[in-house]
């Protein structure tokens, strides 16, 4: 499958994270370079919590019960 393959999931959750909002990814990328944790960043510029997220991505790749 496309995520046995080595390096596919930190590409496709950062794909992820760029449709959903290009604009949000730009300034998460700028906070954590700027120091911010990502968890943080992730909350600033998402609004969501690692767990929210870890679901989310998790329903496009069909895992409905994802976790972080």
Known sequence: ?????????????VQYLIEADPKA?????????LGHGWKE???????VTPQTFASAFGRTMGVP???P
Do not use: E
Request: aromatic share 16%; glycine share 6%.
């Open 65 to 67: 019960n994802l976790k």
């Open 25 to 33: 990814f730009s300034q998460f990328f700028d906070d954590v370079k």
């Open 41 to 47: 960043a992730l909350a600033m510029n998402y609004g």
């Open 1 to 13: 499958t496309a995520l046995s393959d080595r390096g596919s999931l930190p590409r496709f959750l």
